[in-house]
T-cell receptor, first 111, second 111 residues
Framework: GENVEQHPSTLSVQEGDSAVIKCTYSDSASNYFPWYKQELGKRPQLIID?????GEKKDQRIAVTLNKTAKHFSLHITETQPEDSAVYFC??????????FGTGTSLTVIP | DGGITQSPKYLFRKEGQNVTLSCEQN?????MYWYRQDPGQGLRLIYY???????QKGDIAEGYSVSREKKESFPLTVTSAQKNPTAFYLC??????????FGEGSRLTVL
Protein backbone atom coordinates (compact mmCIF):
# COMPACT_ATOMS: atom_id res chain seq x y z
CA GLY A 1 0.00 0.00 0.00
CA GLU A 2 0.93 3.60 0.54
CA ASN A 3 1.50 5.53 3.76
CA VAL A 4 1.13 9.31 3.80
CA GLU A 5 2.29 11.28 6.83
CA GLN A 6 1.37 14.93 7.28
CA HIS A 7 2.85 17.54 9.63
CA PRO A 8 2.06 19.57 11.58
CA SER A 9 -1.39 18.55 12.78
CA THR A 10 -2.13 22.12 13.89
CA LEU A 11 -0.63 25.39 12.74
CA SER A 12 -1.30 28.96 13.83
CA VAL A 13 0.12 31.93 11.96
CA GLN A 14 -0.36 35.66 12.06
CA GLU A 15 -2.22 37.19 9.17
CA GLY A 16 0.24 38.05 6.41
CA ASP A 17 2.77 35.40 7.41
CA SER A 18 3.50 32.26 5.43
CA ALA A 19 2.33 28.74 6.26
CA VAL A 20 4.01 25.49 5.24
CA ILE A 21 2.54 22.01 5.52
CA LYS A 22 4.63 18.95 4.74
CA CYS A 23 3.74 15.44 3.64
CA THR A 24 5.80 12.34 3.05
CA TYR A 25 4.80 9.24 1.14
CA SER A 26 6.23 5.75 1.03
CA ASP A 27 5.49 4.33 -2.42
CA SER A 28 7.70 5.63 -5.22
CA ALA A 29 5.00 4.59 -7.72
CA SER A 30 2.75 7.44 -6.55
CA ASN A 31 2.57 10.01 -9.31
CA TYR A 32 -0.15 12.52 -8.42
CA PHE A 33 -0.31 14.64 -5.28
CA PRO A 34 -3.40 16.81 -4.65
CA TRP A 35 -4.09 19.14 -1.75
CA TYR A 36 -7.62 19.61 -0.43
CA LYS A 37 -8.99 22.38 1.77
CA GLN A 38 -11.91 21.69 4.07
CA GLU A 39 -13.53 24.65 5.75
CA LEU A 40 -15.52 24.03 8.90
CA GLY A 41 -18.70 22.13 8.08
CA LYS A 42 -18.02 22.11 4.35
CA ARG A 43 -16.85 19.62 1.77
CA PRO A 44 -13.15 19.19 0.93
CA GLN A 45 -12.18 21.02 -2.24
CA LEU A 46 -9.12 20.69 -4.41
CA ILE A 47 -6.89 23.76 -4.16
CA ILE A 48 -3.77 22.68 -6.00
CA ASP A 49 -2.17 19.51 -7.29
CA UNK A 50 1.12 18.37 -8.74
CA UNK A 51 2.17 15.48 -10.92
CA UNK A 52 5.42 13.60 -10.56
CA UNK A 53 7.00 15.09 -13.67
CA UNK A 54 6.93 18.58 -12.14
CA GLY A 55 8.92 19.91 -9.19
CA GLU A 56 6.88 22.99 -8.33
CA LYS A 57 3.55 24.54 -9.16
CA LYS A 58 2.14 27.92 -8.16
CA ASP A 59 -1.32 29.42 -8.17
CA GLN A 60 -1.41 32.95 -6.80
CA ARG A 61 -0.67 32.69 -3.07
CA ILE A 62 -0.38 28.93 -2.92
CA ALA A 63 2.38 26.68 -4.20
CA VAL A 64 3.27 23.03 -3.98
CA THR A 65 6.74 21.54 -4.22
CA LEU A 66 7.62 17.92 -4.82
CA ASN A 67 10.86 16.10 -4.09
CA LYS A 68 10.55 12.65 -5.63
CA THR A 69 13.91 11.47 -4.38
CA ALA A 70 13.05 12.22 -0.78
CA LYS A 71 9.39 11.30 -1.31
CA HIS A 72 7.98 14.44 0.19
CA PHE A 73 5.83 17.32 -0.98
CA SER A 74 4.82 20.55 0.68
CA LEU A 75 2.08 23.17 0.51
CA HIS A 76 3.14 26.79 0.84
CA ILE A 77 0.65 29.58 1.50
CA THR A 78 2.00 33.12 1.41
CA GLU A 79 0.40 36.32 2.73
CA THR A 80 -2.10 34.31 4.73
CA GLN A 81 -5.59 35.68 5.28
CA PRO A 82 -8.28 34.72 7.81
CA GLU A 83 -10.23 32.92 5.07
CA ASP A 84 -7.28 30.53 4.70
CA SER A 85 -8.25 29.06 8.08
CA ALA A 86 -9.32 25.47 7.41
CA VAL A 87 -8.15 21.86 7.54
CA TYR A 88 -5.77 20.95 4.72
CA PHE A 89 -5.29 17.38 3.51
CA CYS A 90 -2.56 16.07 1.29
CA UNK A 91 -2.95 12.90 -0.73
CA UNK A 92 -0.91 10.56 -2.89
CA UNK A 93 -2.22 8.59 -5.84
CA UNK A 94 -0.57 5.83 -7.85
CA UNK A 95 -3.49 4.47 -9.83
CA UNK A 96 -6.24 1.94 -9.22
CA UNK A 97 -8.65 4.61 -7.92
CA UNK A 98 -6.91 4.63 -4.54
CA UNK A 99 -6.11 8.01 -3.03
CA UNK A 100 -4.16 7.87 0.23
CA PHE A 101 -4.75 10.86 2.48
CA GLY A 102 -2.69 12.45 5.21
CA THR A 103 -4.23 13.05 8.62
CA GLY A 104 -4.87 16.73 8.00
CA THR A 105 -3.51 20.05 9.26
CA SER A 106 -5.76 22.51 11.02
CA LEU A 107 -4.55 25.98 10.01
CA THR A 108 -5.62 29.03 11.98
CA VAL A 109 -4.79 32.49 10.67
CA ILE A 110 -4.88 35.04 13.47
CA PRO A 111 -6.05 38.50 12.38
CA ASP B 1 -26.26 23.07 -10.98
CA GLY B 2 -23.84 20.16 -11.16
CA GLY B 3 -22.53 18.43 -8.10
CA ILE B 4 -22.81 15.66 -5.57
CA THR B 5 -25.66 15.46 -3.13
CA GLN B 6 -25.51 13.43 0.06
CA SER B 7 -28.44 12.77 2.33
CA PRO B 8 -29.27 12.85 5.10
CA LYS B 9 -26.87 15.40 6.54
CA TYR B 10 -27.35 14.03 10.06
CA LEU B 11 -28.44 10.53 10.98
CA PHE B 12 -28.93 8.78 14.26
CA ARG B 13 -28.93 5.03 14.57
CA LYS B 14 -29.67 2.65 17.34
CA GLU B 15 -27.29 -0.23 17.86
CA GLY B 16 -28.22 -3.24 15.74
CA GLN B 17 -29.83 -1.20 12.98
CA ASN B 18 -28.72 -0.89 9.39
CA VAL B 19 -28.75 2.58 7.86
CA THR B 20 -28.30 3.72 4.27
CA LEU B 21 -26.60 6.92 3.21
CA SER B 22 -27.51 8.34 -0.16
CA CYS B 23 -25.09 9.78 -2.71
CA GLU B 24 -26.22 11.18 -6.06
CA GLN B 25 -24.12 12.96 -8.68
CA ASN B 26 -25.06 14.72 -11.92
CA UNK B 27 -21.49 15.30 -13.09
CA UNK B 28 -21.53 12.28 -15.40
CA UNK B 29 -18.51 10.89 -13.56
CA UNK B 30 -17.74 7.21 -13.89
CA UNK B 31 -15.93 6.72 -10.59
CA MET B 32 -17.55 7.15 -7.19
CA TYR B 33 -16.14 6.69 -3.70
CA TRP B 34 -17.09 6.51 -0.06
CA TYR B 35 -14.71 7.80 2.60
CA ARG B 36 -14.90 7.81 6.35
CA GLN B 37 -13.51 10.77 8.29
CA ASP B 38 -12.68 10.53 11.99
CA PRO B 39 -11.10 13.26 14.14
CA GLY B 40 -7.33 13.27 13.82
CA GLN B 41 -7.35 10.78 10.96
CA GLY B 42 -7.19 11.20 7.25
CA LEU B 43 -9.92 10.19 4.88
CA ARG B 44 -10.10 6.42 4.71
CA LEU B 45 -11.56 4.63 1.73
CA ILE B 46 -14.53 2.34 2.36
CA TYR B 47 -15.60 1.38 -1.17
CA TYR B 48 -15.20 2.67 -4.67
CA UNK B 49 -16.83 2.00 -8.01
CA UNK B 50 -15.41 2.65 -11.45
CA UNK B 51 -18.45 1.62 -13.47
CA UNK B 52 -22.06 0.60 -13.01
CA UNK B 53 -22.59 -2.79 -11.40
CA UNK B 54 -18.99 -2.98 -10.25
CA UNK B 55 -17.37 -1.90 -6.99
CA GLN B 56 -14.26 -2.65 -5.00
CA LYS B 57 -13.46 -2.75 -1.30
CA GLY B 58 -11.26 -0.08 0.16
CA ASP B 59 -9.15 -0.27 3.29
CA ILE B 60 -12.02 -0.33 5.79
CA ALA B 61 -14.89 -2.12 4.02
CA GLU B 62 -15.84 -4.43 6.88
CA GLY B 63 -19.35 -3.72 8.14
CA TYR B 64 -20.33 -1.69 5.07
CA SER B 65 -22.02 -2.52 1.78
CA VAL B 66 -22.68 -0.59 -1.43
CA SER B 67 -24.49 -0.89 -4.73
CA ARG B 68 -24.03 0.82 -8.08
CA GLU B 69 -27.15 0.16 -10.14
CA LYS B 70 -27.06 3.57 -11.82
CA LYS B 71 -24.17 5.78 -12.85
CA GLU B 72 -25.59 8.64 -10.81
CA SER B 73 -26.10 6.80 -7.55
CA PHE B 74 -23.80 5.06 -5.06
CA PRO B 75 -25.59 4.40 -1.74
CA LEU B 76 -23.70 3.16 1.31
CA THR B 77 -25.26 0.88 3.90
CA VAL B 78 -23.74 0.84 7.36
CA THR B 79 -24.65 -2.54 8.77
CA SER B 80 -24.95 -3.70 12.35
CA ALA B 81 -21.65 -5.53 11.82
CA GLN B 82 -19.80 -2.19 11.82
CA LYS B 83 -18.62 -1.96 15.42
CA ASN B 84 -17.80 1.73 15.54
CA PRO B 85 -19.99 3.47 12.96
CA THR B 86 -20.11 6.95 14.50
CA ALA B 87 -18.24 9.10 11.99
CA PHE B 88 -18.49 11.63 9.20
CA TYR B 89 -19.02 10.00 5.80
CA LEU B 90 -18.00 11.64 2.55
CA CYS B 91 -19.01 10.58 -0.92
CA UNK B 92 -16.93 11.64 -3.91
CA UNK B 93 -16.78 11.22 -7.64
CA UNK B 94 -14.10 11.71 -10.24
CA UNK B 95 -13.40 11.51 -13.90
CA UNK B 96 -10.22 9.78 -15.07
CA UNK B 97 -9.25 9.23 -11.40
CA UNK B 98 -7.86 12.71 -10.89
CA UNK B 99 -9.68 15.46 -9.03
CA UNK B 100 -12.16 14.21 -6.45
CA UNK B 101 -15.43 16.10 -6.12
CA PHE B 102 -16.90 15.65 -2.66
CA GLY B 103 -20.40 15.84 -1.32
CA GLU B 104 -21.13 17.80 1.85
CA GLY B 105 -21.04 14.70 4.00
CA SER B 106 -23.33 12.76 6.32
CA ARG B 107 -22.74 12.62 10.04
CA LEU B 108 -23.82 9.33 11.58
CA THR B 109 -24.21 8.97 15.32
CA VAL B 110 -24.98 5.71 17.07
CA LEU B 111 -27.15 6.13 20.13
Amino acid sequence: GENVEQHPSTLSVQEGDSAVIKCTYSDSASNYFPWYKQELGKRPQLIIDIRSNVGEKKDQRIAVTLNKTAKHFSLHITETQPEDSAVYFCAAYKGGNQFYFGTGTSLTVIP
Amino acid sequence: DGGITQSPKYLFRKEGQNVTLSCEQNLNHDAMYWYRQDPGQGLRLIYYSQIVNDFQKGDIAEGYSVSREKKESFPLTVTSAQKNPTAFYLCASSIASWELFFGEGSRLTVL
